[in-house]
Every structure is written in structure tokens, then in C-alpha cells.
């Protein structure tokens, strides 16, 4: 498969099996993932593998962060629960200065997404979660990031189920959005 193919066919997979790669299988995705253009060679992010109750604890820290209760927190509490391995992707502010702040956060969001496909292009169903939790108190804090970190969200990572339905994306027209000066 060439590369336009796989990145053609790329897909969020909102459900997900209970299987996820090892971290070792994770490794030289990783390793690849840190070929992306880099504005310094600065390396402004890392990953942070949730499995287990990790994903419990980033439960409990969405829940009391949305100030629900009952059955909104149960609900909330339970989102990480959808796929066995999250990976947080965490934008690293160094020091610099020809890299501002929100150049290091583009990189740090493209190292996501090249995980996101090479996640895909492995066999394996992702999907990213963001949202405002990711800049709550309580969500840095189960997430033990240092002041100059950001998390910008999470891939959530597992299985493809066998019966997916078929590919519905619709044809995109780049005409809309190249264009020449």
C-alpha cells in the first residue's frame, strides 16, 4: 500500500476492541513518529501510555473536573474505559528563542497524528479525544505534568471489530481549500 493510500484510508475508530499493542510494539512507532519536521530539532512532546486503572484515575479526574454527579459522573468516569491503551499526547515547552510556544504545539500535535497513522497503518483502530478536560486541574495533575506541559488529548487505541460498516468518508474536494497566489 503506498503512503497517499494509507493516508486516504485512514478513519476514526470511535469503538475499539479490548486488544492493544504491547509497549514494545509501540516503540518503533514512536521512534518513526520522531522523523516529523521539528522547528529546532527541540523534540517539544511525549507520549504517555494509559492502560489499566490509569484509566480509572483519568476517569475519576474528568468526573470531578465537569462538576457532575450520579449518573453524568458514571457516565464521564467511564469514557477512558472505551479502548484498553490511551495515549496522552503532551505538547513540552522549551526554552527558545526562534521556537515559540505554539510552534512547539503544532509539532507536538503532528507527532499525534503521525500515531495515529502508523497506529492505523499497523492494523490497529484509533481514534483522538480532546476536549476542555484537557486543560483542567485535575486531568494535568493525574497526568503529573510539569508547568511548562500541555496535554492535547488522547489517542484511544485498540482492535478493529471484524464487521466494520464500510468506509462512508465522503470525496473531499482540495480544490476548496489550494490555492495559488
Given at each position: ?17 479490548g ?19 521539528d522547528?529546532?530539532?527541540?523534540r ?18 474528568l ?61 490497529w483502530?484509533?481514534?483522538?479525544r480532546?476536549?476542555?478536560q484537557?486543560r ?41 481549500v489550494?490555492?495559488?497566489?
Amino acid at each position: 500500500m503506498s503512503l497517499i493510500d494509507a493516508v486516504a484510508g485512514r478513519r476514526s475508530h470511535p469503538k475499539v476492541t479490548g486488544d492493544a499493542p504491547t509497549h514494545e510494539q509501540l516503540l518503533p512507532l514512536v521512534e518513526a513518529a520522531a522523523s516529523l519536521a521539528d522547528y529546532g530539532s527541540l523534540r517539544p512532546w511525549r507520549l504517555i501510555e494509559l492502560r489499566g486503572d490509569a484509566r480509572d484515575r483519568l476517569g475519576a479526574a474528568l468526573a470531578k473536573d465537569a462538576g457532575v454527579e450520579g449518573k453524568d459522573a458514571e457516565k464521564m468516569a467511564a469514557k477512558p474505559l472505551r479502548a484498553s491503551l490511551l495515549l496522552a499526547i503532551v505538547a513540552v515547552h522549551k526554552p527558545s528563542f526562534k521556537v515559540s510556544e505554539w510552534e512547539q504545539d503544532v509539532v507536538a500535535a503532528g507527532v499525534g497524528h503521525l500515531m495515529s497513522l502508523l497506529l492505523h497503518e499497523a492494523g490497529w483502530g484509533v481514534m483522538w479525544r480532546s476536549g476542555k478536560q484537557v486543560r483542567t486541574d485535575s486531568v494535568r495533575a493525574m497526568h503529573e505534568l510539569e508547568p511548562n506541559e500541555e496535554l492535547m488529548g488522547w489517542l484511544y487505541v485498540g482492535g478493529k471489530h471484524d464487521r466494520e460498516k464500510p468506509d462512508k468518508k465522503h470525496k473531499f474536494d482540495a480544490e476548496k481549500v489550494l490555492s495559488a497566489l
